[in-house]
């Protein structure tokens, strides 16, 4: 018999004759994975979180614990553990660039989830989700790590002076090819919808780990797990040909905040911080839109260039196509922005590019987003 013991739960299985790999992740896994229910006076919804401390510390998504933006500092938040056990949830802070938030239960002897490295990862591996999708709390799916260091475009609302950051304030203005990506949560019969939001709505570059296990509504804030029951990363959107409540679902393609980065931004809010991002300071598009022999080569176009930032002090132009951030592939504007927000400010990073089709490489040091 193959227990998983904690006070979030014990589950055991059956048949250990026929017990899979997924069946032990999910043992393992289980009882650190809970649903989270969010109410307000004008809107609820549920989606997940994972435990990250035995004292009771959860990590989940902002668009979760805010309902994304519908509810304010009013919002009450029950958090469901695996063994049935509902809790009071306080929103202890959250960080709009990551799309992360922690969720504070009063507790002890809870049982966390143990961590992976995202950096290890390989495409192909296998890959296990939990959450509660559709509000179906313990759901189990799986699948394999589809693609690494993808740079996805999603929604937010009311980020820090209702915009994102320009170049006029030294940020990345993303002037890449975007998608509607979903990541709704809910019951698709209760109501309560993301389209409830209030607020300006805007978006934001998420750098993100691409699965086929399957991700639905409700997902968002889960585990994304390895073959030994690790956390790699935090379920946050679906990609779907569906617009609407009634035809949005999971079509194969789920992102996930790579574990690495969700610490980082937990620790530091746990600690009382802001989460700290990167600015290479330009403003950035398609190498398809460039008129020069880096047109051929897939990459970050660099549109203009922050006088004095980080990029313009490291010898980048304009017309330069970055190509990589510490050997990360960087095929688009889009995923030049999410790979920096993943770098912490002030961190030293190497950026190779094409300048006129002759390649180069150049170390930069980040500056640090205001937020």
Known sequence: ??????????????????????SGVAAVAMPSVVTIQVSGAQASGSGSGVIYSEDGYIITNRHVATLDGAVGSEAAIR???SDGRVLDGTLVGTDPFSDLAVVKVEADELTPISLGDSDLLNVGDLSVAIGAPLNLANTVTS????????????????????????????GESDGGNGFPWDFRFGDPGDGTRQQQTQGTTTTVPLPVVQTDASINPGNSGGALLNSKGELIGINVAIASNGSTAETAGSDGLGFAIPVNLAVRVADAIIAGDQPSHGLLGVSVGDSSQDTDEDANRAGGLIMEVTRGGAADRGGLQVGDVVTSVNGIPVDSG??????????????????????????????????????
């Open 1 to 22: 018999v193959v227990t998983a013991s904690g006070q979030s739960g014990t589950i055991t299985l059956n048949n250990t004759d026929e017990v899979s790999t997924v």
């Open 79 to 81: 958090v469901r553990l």
């Open 143 to 170: 699948g394999i790590i589809s693609a690494l260091n993808r740079g996805i475009v999603v929604g937010a609302t009311n980020l820090p002076n209702d915009d994102t950051p320009s170049d006029e304030d030294d």
């Open 334 to 371: 889009t995923t030049l922005s999410a790979v920096i927000r993943m770098q912490e400010g002030g961190s030293e990073v190497t950026i190779g590019y094409t300048r006129e089709g002759v390649a180069g490489e150049t170390s930069v040091t980040l500056g640090t987003l205001e937020w």
